[in-house]
C-alpha cells in the first residue's frame, strides 16, 4: 500500500506535513522569470520554464525535512500543456529526490473513464508494444459524487502499483457546507456519509500500520469534524488542507492524529510557497524562506501530537 | 451567454446531439497508429499525433452534422503532456471547424484554485506582459461537491468571454446513487437538491432562448430523473450523456427536451467513435462511418422531439 510508503517516510523525518506545490506565477521570484522569458518568450512555455525552475529549488530545499508535495493540477493547467509538462517534471523531480507525490487533481468520473484518469495519474498506458508512465504520482484525490464507480477503477493500480488515494470528504473551503453538512434521513451527514464508505472501501486495501490505502480529505478549517471524523474512521489516513494561509493552526489539525502521532498529513502550500515574500527575504532565498517555514510548521504540529511512532 | 451559442447552433443544424471525443488508442484505426508510430515510435508523443489525427478525421465528417464536440480529458491525460497537448490541439480544430466544444474535466475545488482551472480551460492567463490562452473550450464540465465556491469562479470568465458550465447532477453511471439518490431530511434527494442550487446559480447568467449559462450533466440511464429535473429546473440546459453503448436511447432522452424541441444536448462517445469497429466499415472509412452513426443518432433522437424552434 502506498499509504504505507507515505506513513514510513513520516516516521523517517518525525514530519506529519506535505508542501502543496501550487506555483501561480506571482509567487515565482523575479530573477526564475526573467531568465526563462529571455528564453522562451513571455509564452506559456516560459511560465512553465519558470515554474519548473521555481518547483525544482523548493523541492531541493524540502526534501530531507518535508516528506511529501502536493502538486495542484489547476495551476500546471492554467499554462496549457507546457505547464502540464512541468507538472511531470515536476512529479520526476520530487521523485527522484526521494518525496512522496500526491496528485491533487480531485478527478472523478464513470468507472470506463475513471480507469483512464487512474492509468494517467498513478499507472501506466499501453502504447503499441510498450508501457508508457503518463505522469507517476504516489497518490491521486478524487471526489466522490459518482459512487464506488468513480473509485473502484484505482484499487488495482493500488495494489500493483503501490499507489494510494484520498477521497474528498469534508474539504476546508467556507462553502463546504452547502452540500457536504447537510443531513439525510437517518441522521448522517453526506460527508460522514462518504466518510464510511472510505473506511469501507479501505478494507479492500489494508495497510501495515492500521491505515488503509483508501485515505480522506478534511480540512483543517473544521476542527470538530475532524475530531468526529477521526474517531468514526480508525483505518482512515487523513490529508488535512487549510493550514496556514487559509486558517487552520496546529491546534486544529491536532484532533486529526492517534496517540502515535500518525493518522493524518496536514498540508500548507501559500504560507511556505510565498515564504520568501512574507518575510521580505532576498528573492533568490526564496526557497530558504520555504524551508523554514516548513519547519516552523513541523515544529508548531509536532509540539501537539507529539513523537511519531510505527504502530 | 455561451450556452446561447450552444443552442443556437444546435437550431442552425437541427441536432441536438454532441460526439464525445474520447479516444482510447484501441478506437484508432491501425492505418493512423501505423503513420504515428513510424514517425514518433511507440511513445506517449506517438499516441498523442495518432489521437490528433484520428480525431481530425472525426471532427471534418462531424462539423456539418454535429453542433458540438466533447473531449473527455481523461483520455488525452492518459498519453500524459503529451496527450494533453492533442487536447489542446482538438479544442482549436474543432473550433476552427465551428463546433462549439465542451470540455469534459469534471473539476472541481476551493475558490482560488478553480479560479486556475476557470482560467485554464474557459479563460486566459496573464504571462509578464502579454496574455495566453491555455486550453480555451467554450464550456467546462463541474463536480459540485464543494459548493459554490467551486462554482463562482467561473461566472466572471461566463459573462465576460461568453463560455458556459455543466454542473453534475444525476450522473449516468450504476453507482450514482450511492450518494445522488439519497434523500435528505425534508425529503429532498442530493441530485435536486444540486439541481436547485444550479437553477438558482444560474439566474446570474440569464440566456436570450431560455436557458441560462450554468447547465447539468443529467444522464440519458435516468429517464425518471431527467423528466423530474425537466419540470423542476425550467431554465437549466441539460447535457446529457450514456446514450447509445451505455445504454440509453431515443425514448430515454425525450423527457429532457421541451415542447420546442430545445433544453438538452445528448451526447454519445463510443457508438460513435467506434462506428466503424461495429459496422465493419474499411478502417480508411472510419470517419464516415461515425457521420452516419451520428445521422442514426440524430434523426432516432429529433423522431421523439420533434422540429427545433429558438424560443
Known sequence: ????????????????????????????????????????????????????????????????????VKPQCAYYEMYGWQGVKALHDTIAYAQEKGMFVITDGKRNDIGT?????????????????????????DALTVN??????????????????????????????????????????????????????????GEALPGKHGYSGVGVVVGATYPE??????????????LVPGYGAQGGGAKDVAPAFDSNGLGAIVNASRSILCAWQKTGAAEQDYAKAAAQEAIKMRDEIVAETGKITLG
Chains 1, 2 share one sequence.
Open 1 to 68: 500500500m502506498a499509504l504505507d510508503r507515505l506513513i514510513e517516510k513520516i516516521a523517517q523525518l518525525q514530519n506529519p506535513t506535505v508542501a502543496g506545490l501550487d506555483p501561480k506565477l506571482d509567487y515565482v521570484p523575479g530573477f526564475i522569470k526573467e531568465k526563462a522569458f529571455a528564453k522562451y518568450g513571455e509564452t506559456l512555455e516560459g511560465a512553465a520554464a519558470a515554474l519548473l525552475e521555481y518547483n525544482k529549488g523548493l523541492i531541493d530545499a524540502l526534501c530531507e525535512i518535508v516528506p511529501a
Open 113 to 137: 473513464t475513471m480507469q483512464a484518469y487512474a492509468a494517467a495519474h498513478l499507472g501506466s498506458v499501453t502504447v503499441g508494444g510498450g508501457n508508457c508512465i503518463p505522469f507517476g504520482g
Open 144 to 201: 466522490p459524487y459518482l459512487g464506488s464507480d468513480g473509485i473502484d477503477p484505482l484499487f488495482g493500480i493500488c495494489k500493483e502499483a503501490d499507489k494510494g488515494m484520498f477521497v474528498l470528504v469534508k474539504t476546508s473551503n467556507p462553502s463546504s457546507g452547502e452540500l457536504q453538512d447537510q443531513v439525510f434521513e437517518g441522521g448522517k451527514t453526506l460527508y460522514s456519509a462518504v466518510g464510511q464508505l472510505c473506511e469501507h472501501w
Open 225 to 238: 469534524q475532524l475530531a468526529e471524523l477521526r474517531t468514526a474512521l480508525p483505518h482512515t489516513f487523513f
